[in-house]
């Protein structure tokens, strides 16, 4: 099992998330690229938030799939408040959680119970 750790872009808050072995392996079979960026267009070139939306909107149209990417991040938040404390939940989605964010350095052990929830919750 491993854990990742990143800032978020928007709020500069900390986000950390317990990876399953499933999403482990699925990273690793990933083509190796240059650069620290999970997602690249064809061009190798890391995807624009518009782009990586847009690519995710063809290949949803093409899978027949009608979720989107607010309903599976607010599904996933749902099944972890419902299986962990709120503030695992809000650390996994990177929401501040108050004063301690100044003082408490997150890590995936921190919100793997939430992880694990999301898991249990999806692929039972």
């Known amino acids: 099992d491993e854990e990742i750790v990143f800032r978020r872009g928007k709020t500069k808050v900390a986000r950390a998330a317990w990876l399953w072995p499933r999403t482990r392996d699925a990273l690793t079979a990933l083509p190796k690229h240059d650069g620290d960026t999970v997602f690249v267009s064809a061009h190798k070139a890391p995807f624009r938030p518009g782009g990586f939306r847009a690519a995710f909107r063809r290949l949803r149209k ?3 799939v009608q979720s989107t990417f ?22 996994l989605a990177g929401h501040s959680t ?4 100044a003082y408490i350095l997150r890590g995936g052990a921190m919100v793997r ?6 898991e249990r919750h999806y692929f039972a």
């Open 70 to 91: 607010d309903m599976i991040r607010d599904g996933a938040y749902t099944a972890a408040v419902r299986g962990a404390a709120i503030d695992q939940a809000k650390m």
């Open 62 to 64: 093409k899978a027949g």
């Open 113 to 118: 119970d939430a992880c694990e929830a999301i």
């Open 98 to 101: 108050g004063m301690s964010d």
